[in-house]
């Protein structure tokens, strides 16, 4: 089979490349495969002393997971199948995270759902004035995964749950001001930005960390616009330090009829969305705030999203109506919030997958 990556390792340098433009590098099951054995070599090679991750193509640095290959194995059966590809999914983005070679992410373009678990959790992570980052899983029945519940959770205020729920998509200042990003650098200075990467690697400075890594960076940086998030944090902490979702939505309703356009915009996207899922969602960010690592959030996500690929319809059905069929008209099961049991996110939060995650 062709790799879907190129890796090289010269000049002391790992470089990473996802290489599936046409597919917006989503992330194949045989894909991320290719990376854990990548990664694992580069981690016990003393030659490799930085590692840059990046993607192929002009339009983004990963679009996600393959939710075409998910939705197949779920529609025809075989939840085993996707329950192996999320132990494996979950096992890179652990190895990213705790990776002793710093790990740089160029953000570039389209970074959302699986390719944000890459990024979000690597030493440092860029932005562009092209990037375009999200955790859009609500809008195919689902919730977010990949470590994204733990990046979302330790968002300011009640943003977390504003950027979960409502699958927004955030722009490179966003993803800064919401803690997902470290640096904005414009894209013409990239080239510039490996390059210096290439320089410090080679000149063996000792130790190579993450604070000598981002000093380096910070050279092609420049202050990021304004992030729109910062207009709307005093409506998202009123409104989204609700207790359920149909409160956040009443609340929206509230600031709506008292003239905010953008609020009454906010509750009519989250009526589009599952109530199933915006309902676990809610809880899962939630509860993130409690856990002590990324390896808890992951177990609980996987926890998460093996109860949604076992016993959920909405799943196969929002994939079916955003990616496989397009027409935008999920049908949900249940269909309202009101008709969504109380105890559905305490079912979720409490699943026991078939296989563990870790072992």
């Not at 879907?4 to 002391?12: F, T």
């Not at 990616?323 to 109380?342: M, S």
């Amino acid at each position: 089979m062709t790799s879907q990556i190129i890796a090289r390792a010269d000049d002391a340098v790992g470089h990473l490349t996802l290489d599936r433009p046409r597919a917006l590098n989503a992330l194949s099951y045989e894909m991320l495969g290719e990376i854990a054995d990548v990664l694992a070599a580069w981690r016990d090679d003393p030659t490799v002393r930085v590692v840059l991750l990046d993607g192929a193509g002009d339009r983004g640095f990963c679009a996600g997971g393959d939710v075409r290959e998910l939705h197949a194995g779920v529609s025809e059966g075989r939840p085993q199948d996707a329950r192996r590809y999320f132990r494996r999914e979950y096992a890179v983005d652990a190895a990213i995270a705790e990776s002793p070679v710093p790990v740089v992410a160029i953000m570039d373009g389209i970074t959302m759902g699986g390719g944000l678990g890459l990024s979000g959790h690597a030493t440092v992570r860029v932005v562009t004035e092209r990037s375009r980052v999200a955790m859009p899983e609500t809008r195919i029945g689902f919730t977010p995964d990949v470590g994204g519940s733990w990046l979302l959770a330790r968002a300011p205020g009640r943003l977390g749950e504003h950027l979960a729920l409502g699958a927004v998509t955030m722009d490179g200042s966003d993803a800064i001001h919401a803690g997902l990003a470290d640096h904005f650098v414009p894209s013409e200075r990239l080239g510039l930005l490996r390059d210096d990467l290439v320089a410090l690697a080679v000149a063996g400075v000792d130790p190579l960390d993450a604070g000598t890594v981002h000093r380096v960076v910070r050279l092609h940086a420049v202050d990021p616009p304004a992030s729109g998030l910062v207009a709307r944090r005093s409506r998202v902490d009123r409104c989204y330090g609700a207790g359920t979702v149909a409160e956040i939505v009443e609340r929206l309703r509230t600031e709506e009829s008292d003239g905010d356009v953008d609020a009454g915009a906010e509750a009519d996207a989250l009526a589009t969305l599952s109530p199933t899922a915006t309902t676990v969602t809610l809880a899962a960010v939630r509860s993130a705030r409690r856990l002590p690592d990324l390896r808890a959030a992951l177990a609980q996500e996987y926890g998460l999203v093996s109860w949604f690929v076992d016993t959920q319809p909405d799943l196969v059905e929002g994939i079916r109506a955003q990616v496989v069929d397009k027409d935008r008209d999920p049908a949900w099961q249940p269909a309202t919030l009101a008709d969504v049991d109380e105890s559905v996110a305490d079912e979720a939060l409490a699943y026991e997958p078939a296989e563990p995650l870790w072992g």
